[in-house]
């Protein structure tokens, strides 16, 4: 009887789950009529603008992911060797993204570096860019800190840090060739978050007027019919694939240490 | 009462005084050592400290300050006061409302499949895939997920046609709408159930078999179990998730544009409006309306972190 139960109640959240993926899927494969083909993928791969937005997109996703890494990862290394006491704040500042919405920062984005402030960012394309990207690191970052800070618990960072000095290590070469390698999986996770948040982006890539994958699905969801599905199986997918990956290099870890 | 205020004024000032003073003649032997450490230590943080506040802390400050201020610079409560307006408090509670239902639907339906999966004798390999699915589930929120349920739940859509033309239901002569207030919360659930069970499996999982066999040789029943035992452990952890979910429903914008376009006047589509083109006729409107969303927001996630510190007490 609870088995029973238990199974309904399941069953009925999956279909909660996948009849909207499933009607995705079969209305971007209905662009002809009466039959299914893969005419809006076709059409979606064919438009220029897809492949610009897409690669721009991707690119800020990898600029994001490389900046966040050099950010977060001193940092958080530094904070558990030096600054053990200001732990708690700091990770209360890294979860402030969650709380401001990413439509407020943004506001004050527009507000703070315009073109007539004392930092005008939006004045140029490079800068705009550069905005952007600072943004999604403030939104990867709750995500990206996390991850790294839990893969620095797993290490003896003390220790790994004075057995580097005492053979003449500098500051860099402590953080690039033995903490970065030691917590590799934490940082491939956060980077995978990253990407997955960055490439669907819209809310920021829009105000800031920048040619991004997110503002382009919404262009196309509010003029054509089939094309946004294709493009949201494509963006699901690529979602899905990040987050696997995610899982994949943590079980890699796990293996790792148990054959240590 | 006034004058008791302007005693600590003073007092805190007296303070601040002798703090700043008293150092040079008698601590130079003991803040020597510190003061050659410090600044090194201080460093590493520089990068990052710099990060959050021109980036975070720095633009945030601008719209709290901005809504106390009128376009020549100087202090007002005007525009705050301009909130109160039919149209505005309107959007506001729209967005309260559809944040309250899909988090509370949310709450309910994650802890049910979450239960289901922990509590109810499921085997085995139900759990990762169902973890791994939340976490992907969760992070599909966005315009893609207006498309899918577009496509689903539309006028064309695949669930729609089906019920129409298999089992004669239509469901616009029900007056359902996916550009309303339930189809922007039923939307929305899709990424608030897997949160939900993301959260509360762990919290499941700290259910002690002992508590439940105290209980029943006790000679409690099933339903007394829950209603004087697990549900109240329980509870702090469900109502803080319930108050992040309602954070993260209010704060969703892109869904909602790609959804209903400018159809239904929920707070973050007015935000972006103004923010595009000032349709409030007032840009100091508009960091009034973005003081509003983080005041909800934040007060959401002060309740949620209160009530996390408190469940934690249990689910160690």
Redesign the interface.
Not at chain 1, 96 to 112: D, H, K, M, S, T
Not at chain 1, 200 to 203: N, Y
């Given at each position: 009887m609870?088995?029973l139960?238990?199974?309904a109640?399941?069953l009925l959240?999956m279909a909660?789950?996948i009849?909207?993926?499933?009607?995705?899927t079969?209305?971007?494969l209905s662009m002809k009529r009466g039959e299914y083909s893969a005419e809006a993928y076709r059409v979606v791969l064919a438009d220029p603008r897809f492949a610009q937005t897409f690669v721009y997109s991707l690119g800020m996703a990898l600029a994001t992911i490389v900046f966040s890494v050099l950010?977060?990862v001193?940092?958080a290394f530094?904070?558990r060797l030096?600054?053990p006491h200001?732990r708690p704040y700091?990770e209360f500042?890294t979860l402030?993204?969650?709380?401001?919405?990413?439509?407020?920062?943004?506001?004050?984005?527009?507000?703070?570096y315009n073109t007539s402030s004392w930092l005008p960012l939006t004045g140029t394309v490079f800068g705009t860019n550069l905005l952007l990207l600072?943004?999604y690191?403030?939104l990867a970052l709750p995500y990206m800190y996390r991850a790294v800070d839990t893969g620095l618990r797993t290490i003896d960072v003390a220790t790994l840090t004075e057995a580097a000095q005492s053979l003449g290590a500098g500051w860099p070469t402590i953080i690039g060739r033995v903490i970065l390698p030691n917590v590799m999986v934490a940082v491939m996770s956060g980077a995978f978050?990253t990407l997955?948040?960055v490439i669907?982006?819209?809310?920021m890539a829009?105000?800031l007027n920048r040619p991004a994958f997110?503002p382009y699905?919404?262009l196309m969801?509010?003029n054509r019919a089939y094309e946004?599905?294709a493009?949201?199986v494509i963006?699901?997918v690529i979602?899905?694939a990040c987050?696997?990956l995610?899982?994949l290099v943590s079980r890699f870890s796990k293996f790792d240490k148990a054959r240590a | 009462m006034a004058r008791q205020a302007r005693r600590t004024v003073f007092r805190t000032n007296r303070t601040f005084y002798r703090v700043t003073d008293t150092p040079s003649p008698a601590s130079p032997p003991l803040a020597a050592p510190a003061r050659r450490r410090l600044p090194l230590t201080w460093l590493g943080l520089l990068p990052f400290a710099l990060f959050i506040a021109l980036f975070l802390i720095a633009p945030t400050m601008k719209i709290v300050i901005g809504a106390f201020q009128r376009a020549d610079g100087s202090f007002t409560f005007e525009n705050v006061a301009g909130l109160f307006t039919k149209s505005i408090l309107g959007s506001y509670w729209i967005s309260i409302r559809i944040s309250v239902a899909s988090s509370a639907l949310g709450c309910l339906i994650g802890f049910l499949m979450a239960a289901a999966v922990v509590l109810g004798g499921l085997p085995k390999w139900v759990r990762s895939p169902l973890l791994t699915f939340s976490g992907v589930a969760s992070n599909f929120a966005g315009v893609p997920l207006a498309f899918a349920f577009l496509a689903t739940l539309g006028p064309l859509g695949l669930v729609t046609v089906f019920l129409k033309t298999h089992l004669g239901i239509n469901l616009r002569a029900y007056g359902f709408n996916i550009l309303s207030f339930w189809g922007l919360t039923i939307t929305y659930l899709f990424f608030q159930i897997p949160l939900m069970i993301l959260i509360v499996t762990p919290a499941l999982d700290g259910l002690k078999r002992e508590w439940r066999e105290a209980a029943q040789s006790l000679g409690a029943s099933g339903a007394q179990y829950w209603r004087m035992v697990a549900l109240p452990i329980l509870f702090p952890a469900i109502l803080g998730t319930f108050a992040l979910l309602f954070a993260n429903a209010f704060g969703a914008v892109a869904t909602a544009i790609a959804l209903t376009g400018s159809s239904l006047n929920i707070v973050p589509i007015m935000l972006f409006a103004q923010i595009r083109g000032d349709v409030l006729g007032n840009p100091h409107l508009g960091y009034a309306m973005a003081l509003g969303m983080i005041v909800i927001t934040g007060l959401a996630n002060v309740i949620y972190i209160w009530l996390r510190m408190r469940s934690e007490r249990w689910l160690k």
């Open positions: 609870k088995k139960a238990a199974w109640i399941l959240g909660y789950f009849l909207p993926l499933l009607g995705m079969e209305f971007s950010l977060v001193p940092t530094w904070v030096k600054l200001l700091v500042v402030l993204p969650l709380v401001i919405p990413a439509i407020v920062i943004v506001f004050g984005y527009i507000r703070l600072l943004g690191a403030t978050v997955a948040i669907g982006e819209f809310t829009a105000l997110g699905l919404q969801g509010a946004p599905n493009l949201a963006s699901f979602t899905w987050m696997g995610i899982q | -």
